[in-house]
T-cell receptor, first 114, second 113 residues
């Protein structure tokens, strides 16, 4: 089955700086890669996703890049703000139109220092 | 907005009890999922369903079963609860099309004493 590795487990950055979280996956058939943000005590919320036919996707301060050859994808957050503090999870799955259970990384605790 | 509702936020049960966790979604999604979340382990897939009465095992199905009698409702069953099943349980749903995002409920924090 799929295996997703996520690094780092904790990331502390100064407010206004950029943050990068990296994930690798093992199954070359995986074609859908979402990122979730989970604030303390709340549900995971999708913040951005990318499909394998796209190399990069951007949404305001958030971007995701995908390297299919190397089987890794990354989340980039620019101009970080205090409200970006949360745990971020990457995930991967093969999405063929049926039910696609996600395989998650173990999470990155992002801390924005004022 | 998608609404995924889990019946309990907190639940305390005893070892050996049969435990039911309920999840309801209001967006006519075909797919529904159960995950458990443990510190340092992320979210792990227990079971999922792509249609009424259909179910598939995820990565950690042992000790669990599921029921999907209606499209909007997906139940997770712990046949005989054990202490190692103490965890946060998250339900999610999605459309059946390729690459559709999963929407999560608020979770049920289950403690088995």
């Amino acid at each position: 089955g799929e295996n997703v590795e996520q690094h780092p487990s904790t990331l502390s950055v100064q407010e206004g700086d950029s943050a990068v979280i990296k994930c690798t996956y093992s199954d070359s058939a995986s074609n859908y890669f979402p990122w979730y943000k989970q604030e303390l005590g709340k549900r995971p919320q999708l913040i951005i996703d990318i499909r394998s036919n796209v190399g990069e996707k951007k949404d305001q301060r958030i971007a995701v890049t995908l390297n299919k050859t190397a089987k890794h994808f990354s989340l980039h957050i620019t101009e970080t703000q205090p409200e970006d503090s949360a745990v971020y999870f990457c995930a991967a799955t093969y999405s063929g139109g049926g039910a696609d259970g996600l395989t998650f990384g173990k999470g990155t605790h992002l801390i924005i220092q004022p | 907005d998608v609404k995924v509702t889990q019946s309990s936020r907190y639940l305390v049960k005893r070892t050996g009890e049969k435990v039911f966790l309920e999840c309801v979604q209001d967006m006519d999604h075909e797919n529904m999922f159960w995950y458990r979340q443990d510190p340092g382990l992320g979210l792990r897939l227990i079971y999922f369903s792509y249609d009424v009465k259909m179910k598939e095992k995820g990565d950690i199905p042992e000790g669990y079963s599921v029921s999907r009698e209606k499209k909007e409702r997906f139940s997770l069953i712990l046949e005989s609860a054990s202490t190692n099943q103490t965890s946060m349980y998250l339900c999610a749903s999605s459309l059946a099309d390729t690459g559709q995002p999963q929407h999560f409920g608020d979770g049920t924090r289950l403690s088995i004493l």
